[in-house]
């Protein structure tokens, strides 16, 4: 009885969470060598393929990838292709392109799609996803679902890509403003300076007479008389006190 309740709550779960792919694994080995857990939901997955750093539900993951990443209809390889809700996915759908094979066909990476073997949670590779929308721009698409080992026969809608590399946003730039010296103002022409006295000047001292010229007086300056020459006086050498020396002095010449 109790084994007949799980395979009914089981197969409820499959029914809620929709369509899935092919090839699937329990375990897969990343780039990065860390072995992912066997179950596993898609936004994880989708984000350690593609590089895309979002986090959140999936249905979250077309507005938050704007400005940050760019966005299209293109399919490209390493592209997340986001699925919008629709029906019993609630939550959406991420998935990873992991190769193109024409304007119509595309293969994908994902988790958590196809109930494989009685087990949700499963990773597929390389499945199976076509573009049905009318005018080929990836809105709607089936997607390989393993239970039936074709594509599903749901429609589901699509927002679109969004792509890996970060939006390259225009960046604002400065003019560099070059260094320039103000022009100086023009200034007036300085007036001449006057020596001649301001009419104030002249008004304040009106009063006053004017001085008199200051005249030479002509004539002859007399010189001063010359100083008569004074005779020079003989100083006589006194006689020496030695005898000797006098009768030198007085027989030698």
């Known amino acids: 009885m109790r084994a007949s309740l799980w395979i009914m709550a089981a197969s409820g779960l499959c029914a809620l969470s929709g369509p899935a792919l092919a090839d699937a694994s329990a375990a897969f080995e990343s780039a990065s060598g860390r072995e992912l857990p066997a179950y596993l939901q898609c936004v994880p997955y989708a984000r350690q393929l593609s590089g895309v750093q979002i986090y959140g539900d999936a249905h979250t993951w077309w507005d938050q990838a704007a400005g940050r990443y760019e966005r299209g209809d293109e399919p ?22 992991s190769r193109v094979i024409d304007s119509r066909t595309v293969l994908l990476d994902h988790a958590n799609w196809s109930p494989i073997n009685g087990r949700r949670g499963q990773i597929e590779r390389d499945v199976r996803a076509i573009d049905v ?15 039936i080992q074709a594509l599903g026969t749901t429609v589901w809608p699509v927002h679109g890509f969004i792509y890996g590399e970060e939006a390259r946003l225009p960046e604002t730039r400065l003019a560099a403003a070059s ?11 300085a007036r001449p300076v006057s020596t001649a006295p301001s009419r104030a000047f002249m008004s304040a001292f009106s009063g006053m007479a004017a001085p008199a010229p200051v005249t030479r007086r002509s004539g002859t300056v007399a010189s001063a008389p010359a100083r008569k020459a004074m005779p020079q006086r003989k100083v006589a050498v006194p006689a020496p006190r030695d005898p000797i020396a006098a009768a030198v002095a007085r027989y030698g010449n």
Not at 87 to 96: C, D, K, P
Not at 133 to 147: A, I, T
């Open 76 to 97: 490209r390889v390493g592209a997340v292709m986001a699925f919008v809700p629709h029906g019993s996915m609630r939550l959406g759908h991420v998935a990873t392109v």
């Open 133 to 147: 929308s009318p005018g080929n721009d990836w809105s709607q698409v089936r997607v390989w679902y393993d239970p």
């Open 179 to 189: 260094p320039s010296r103000a022009a100086p103002a023009p200034q007036a022409p």
